[in-house]
Antibody, heavy 119, light 110 residues
C-alpha cells in the first residue's frame, strides 16, 4: 500500500533553516510528483510547491520563492522540503502528498511534521 | 494574485442538504481547474472526497457530490450526518504547476 512517512517534529530559532523528509513506499517513487502543503495552527491549507522525483524539476508558490527548496534522493525514495530564513509565521504542520498527474489532485498524504519557530 | 474563495462556515441540520462553494477572485471556476474537495478532521491529514470536479474518491459515500454551479465549483452533502462536522477545503489547479487552496469551510451539523 502507498505510504508517505515524514520525519519528526522540529523546533527552530528565527533565521534558521529546517529540512523535512518524506519517505515514499508502496509505489515507484519516480512515477509521481510530490507536493508540499502546510497548515498553521487553526488555519487553512497552503500549497507550497511541487517536485518531479525523476527529473528533479520543481515549482514553488510565489510567496515562498527564494526560501523554499524541494529535493529528492531517488535511491531511498525520499523527498525533502527545506525552508530557510524561518520566522514565527512559518510555525505550522508541513505535509507531503503524492500528485495524481492525470487528475491534478493529491491522493496520498504524509502524517504531517510540526515545525515550531521560536526564540 | 489569485484567491480561491470559500464560505468560512456553514451549518446544516442532521439529514439535511448543504452546498459548499469554491470560487475565484477573478473569473469563473470551470472543469479546466480540476476542482478537488478535501475533508479534514482535527489532527488528521486531509482526505480526498471529490476530484476532477465531480468524481468521488474511492470509499467516499455517494451522499457527497461535486459539480459546477454557476461560476463556482460546488460540494453538496445530502443527508448530512454528525461525523460530517469538520473542515472542507477546495483546491484549484491554475496550470503551469500551480495550485491554490481555498480558505476552507467549517461545517457544523446541528
Amino acid at each position: 500500500q502507498v505510504q508517505l512517512v515524514q520525519s519528526g517534529a522540529e523546533v527552530k530559532k528565527p533565521g534558521a533553516s529546517v529540512k523535512v523528509s518524506c519517505k515514499a513506499s508502496g509505489y515507484t517513487f519516480t512515477t509521481s510528483d510530490i507536493t508540499w502543503v502546510r497548515q498553521a495552527t487553526g488555519q487553512g491549507l497552503e500549497w507550497m510547491g511541487w517536485m518531479n522525483p525523476k527529473s528533479g524539476n520543481t515549482g514553488y508558490a510565489q510567496k515562498l520563492q527564494g526560501r523554499v527548496t524541494m529535493t529528492r534522493s531517488t535511491s531511498i525514495s525520499t523527498a525533502y522540503m527545506e525552508l530557510s530564513s524561518l520566522r514565527s509565521e512559518d510555525t505550522a504542520v508541513y505535509y507531503c502528498a503524492r500528485i495524481v498527474g492525470r487528475r491534478n489532485d493529491f491522493d496520498y498524504w504524509g502524517q504531517g511534521t510540526l515545525v515550531t519557530v521560536s526564540s | 494574485q489569485t484567491v480561491v474563495t470559500q464560505e468560512p462556515s456553514f451549518s446544516v441540520s442532521p439529514g439535511g442538504t448543504v452546498t459548499l462553494t469554491c470560487g475565484l477572485s477573478s473569473g469563473s471556476v470551470s472543469t479546466k481547474y480540476y476542482p478537488t474537495w478535501y475533508q479534514q478532521t482535527p489532527g488528521q491529514a486531509p482526505r480526498t472526497l471529490i476530484y476532477s470536479t465531480n468524481t468521488r474518491s474511492s470509499g467516499v459515500p455517494d451522499r457527497f457530490s461535486g459539480s459546477i454551479l454557476g461560476n463556482k465549483a460546488a460540494l453538496t452533502i445530502t443527508g448530512a450526518q454528525a461525523d460530517d462536522e469538520c473542515d472542507y477545503y477546495c483546491v484549484l489547479f491554475l496550470g503551469s504547476g500551480i495550485w491554490v487552496f481555498g480558505g476552507g469551510t467549517k461545517l457544523t451539523v446541528l
